[in-house]
């Protein structure tokens, strides 16, 4: 009987770490019959169909729509690449919308174990009613139910959301504190998109990468360059740090670099205070080309624990509003050029940044964790 692809997949998880670790660490005893200094260990490389291969984990993306006849080509592009998939549930402003996205994501996990894992989130419709926190907290009790890992907030918060008076409500309101400590007190984690780039406060023409320029151009709703009424970038910032602090014991992991993708050392500076704070690369790793090579490079292996790979892909027709095979074409371009930025130091150019740069060239312990194990450390239960 023929291994099915699933329990070849199962295998491969149990098989590579261990591989790994014989190409990482020797697998033959001293020469010379033991006698003498071993040698130093030296750092392992992967090539780029090693890594295609690799078990990973895409830890940010968005299933919205998805028509029974493309999960079929979905989930073969995912084998093919080894790469399982966590989506994220968001926008509670727009109840029955952030509900299509929880119901298909449920029924995905439920069937596809394997392949998909998801966030939940809640609702804001009701902000500001005596029942919200009641509500939000019980939505998010049968997203964990149904398998969620984790809760997402997104820049709605901060950006769109306001109180009678006018004010925008920011991510540090105290009236979120309740659904921060049932999150922790249940083990989950909170995936928190907050604010937005710090392009989102330049004129187009004055920002440093073309998918940001291009985002919004075409969503100049959230252009905060044209609207002075919303807080300002570093407003956001901080006032997700006051989450980080007050919440200790919470997981907290920034989406899209945690809105800090202009600067490394910004980043390194959180880390080293906030223990509890990981973030995500999604739709961001071009924000690591447009910076110095090594200095980014430096900050990757020494913060190597703390760094998530994602993409922001997503897939539906509904939702991408194309067909599942451009879907797929836009998932193998993406998912092939960041293999190539993060384990070789080959001269790229891609479309959201002008000019060439190098890869990074990271080790293969590096990669393993960034591309797989940092999810399920961070996501529990992924």
């Known amino acids: 009987m023929r291994p099915t692809k699933n329990f070849i997949r199962r295998c491969l998880y149990v098989v590579f770490p261990v591989l790994s670790a014989l190409a990482l660490f020797g697998c033959s005893g001293p020469q010379g019959g033991g006698q003498g200094k071993a040698e130093p260990v030296q750092e392992q490389y992967l090539s780029v169909d090693e890594l295609m291969a690799m078990p990973k984990i895409d830890a940010h993306v968005h299933l919205r729509g998805l028509l029974d006849s493309e999960v079929g080509p979905l989930l073969a592009t995912l084998q093919k690449h080894n790469m399982r998939w966590l989506t994220i549930s968001t926008r509670g402003m727009k109840r029955e919308f952030l509900m299509d996205q929880i119901d298909l994501a ?3 996990h ?6 998909i894992s998801w966030a939940t989130s809640f609702s804001l419709e009701n902000w500001g009613a005596p029942d919200w926190e009641s509500s939000a907290v019980e939505l998010i009790a049968e997203g964990f139910a149904g398998g969620a890992v984790a809760v997402k907030v997104w820049k709605e918060i901060g950006m769109v959301l306001k109180d009678p008076d006018g004010s925008f409500v920011m991510i540090d309101d105290p009236r979120f504190d309740p659904v921060f400590d049932y999150i922790e007190s249940r083990g989950k984690t909170l995936v928190a998109h907050i604010g937005e780039p710090r392009n989102c406060w330049l004129p187009l023409d004055s920002m440093t990468v073309n998918n940001d320029r291009k985002y919004f151009a075409e969503n100049p709703q959230y252009h905060s360059y044209l609207h002075p009424e919303i807080p300002h970038y570093w407003k956001h910032v901080e006032a997700r740090d006051r989450v980080l602090a007050r919440h200790p014991g919470l997981r907290l992991v920034g989406c899209h670099l945690g809105s800090l993708e202009f600067d490394v050392d910004e980043l390194a500076r959180r880390f080293d205070k906030y ?15 447009v910076q110095d090579r090594e200095k980014v490079r430096r900050f990757c292996l020494k913060y190597q624990d703390r760094i998530l790979y994602g993409t922001d892909l997503g897939a539906g027709r509904v939702y991408m509003q194309t067909s599942i095979d451009s879907t797929i074409t836009r998932i193998e371009e993406t998912y092939r050029n960041d293999y190539l930025y993060f384990a070789t130091e080959r001269e790229m150019e891609v479309w959201e940044v002008d000019g060439k740069f190098r890869g990074l060239a990271l080790p ?11 999810a399920v450390r961070w996501y529990p239960g992924i």
């Open 110 to 115: 439920a069937e596809h174990p394997e392949w």
């Open 364 to 374: 293969a312990d590096v990669l393993k964790k960034i591309f797989h194990d940092n």
């Open 275 to 289: 223990p509890n704070f990981a973030v995500d690369l999604a739709a961001r790793v071009c924000h690591f080309q």
């Open 106 to 108: 449920a029924k995905l």
